[in-house]
């Protein structure tokens, strides 16, 4: 049996000085039950915590991991920029450099802004796309997440044309009328929703597969129909890639699905680990952001060397080693159908949902294709699994709702641990 009595102590002390003893609330395990454990290290597939227990992880920093944790490349990239300084503030060669990269890898940004996390680079577009079109509204999707920014924390209302109503205390209701919300991979109610605000809607946001209700793929067709709704309506179309981009393909979703939306939004990877978000798109909307243009946004720490270092090095491997994408799906679909030849073995046939390196188990026999359906998830019987899982040192995301990452040094020896501790903890999770 796992021990964490200092992780334990660490998170009561925690909670004196930071609200949930986290700086992110996903991390404090309250959807999972029981403490989290407070990390210490962490190099290629693992993670150790406090106590010295060592984990297998399958969250990779929520997606930054993708070598693996603390890839030598990334590493040396950092060593060799902190001597130069640590922040300007002023324009670097290095930026032109990623920028340049990003261009080349991403089909839809030809210009792109360099930001410090996913939640800016989602504000940053959605305002660019408001501004570019003089529209108010946009368009989001139930079970989306695209940050904290107030336009996003918007959940479905009722009435009929699904305005949003707040999702967290502080979002006002001004702001919640310009969200309008509609089911995942529902086209026909975004075409009744643009046609019910005509000439109003600035933009549709969406992850071109979804990571935050669990993941959830477009069903065909869905795609190239919103890409066709909005080059019908002068929508702006914007793909939050920040999970899948260079995580799917070095282009991301839009590579790998053949649909390029208007504008990006990236993350997570970007960085190699480093706090980095940008956002990206055509010439003619990108030239609409400060100074080029009046959109105005900015950031202290924005195109930070060491922060560019560390991105530039990861990018610069994911795009000259294109072959790591078959190696970390081959890896995935090994782990995918070990798992459910231990629920066969087992009786149950719960729904996985899998592409590239991206993979979630959810507690329901229901297709998962919405975050209606998503939800109809025993989340307890998560829980209980979650822990079983931690218990014999797999790391996993805390919450039924969240996605696992497979990284480049799961190896097969891994896998195989991985899918007894599988096979272990769906069998204690059932009490059987
Ligand atoms: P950040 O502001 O956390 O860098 O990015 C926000 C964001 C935007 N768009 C998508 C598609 C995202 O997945 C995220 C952040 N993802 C979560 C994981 N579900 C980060 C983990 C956390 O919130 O602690």
Known sequence: MIQAPISNELFLRAQNSIPGGVNSPVRAFRAVGGNPRFMVSAKGPYMEDEDGNRYIDLINSWGPMILGHAPALVEKAVLEAIPHSLSFGAPTRKEIEIAELIVSMVPSIEKVRMVNSGTEATMSAIRVARGYTGRDKIIKFEGCYHGHGDSFLISAGSGAITLGVPDSPGVTKGTANDTLTVPYNNLQTVETLVAAN?????????????????????????????????????????????????????GGAQQLYGVTPDMSTLGKIIGGGMPVGAYGGKKELMDYVAPAGPVYQAGTLSGNPIAMSAGMAMLTYLHDHPEVYTQLENTTLKMVAGMQQNMQQLGFRYTINCVGSMFSIFFTEQPVCDFDTAKTSDTALFGRYFNGMLQRGIYLAPSQYETLFVSTVIS?????????????????????
């Open 198 to 250: 005509k000439g109003q809607v600035a933009a549709i946001i969406l992850e071109p597969v979804a990571g935050n209700m669990g993941l959830v793929t477009p069903e065909a067709g869905f795609l190239q129909g919103l890409r066709d709704l909005c080059d019908k309506e002068g929508i702006v179309l914007i793909f939050d890639e920040v999970m899948t981009g260079f995580r799917l393909a070095p």
């Open 412 to 432: 097969d020896e891994l896998v195989e641990k991985y899918l007894q501790a599988n096979l272990e903890a769906l069998q204690e999770a059932h009490n059987l």
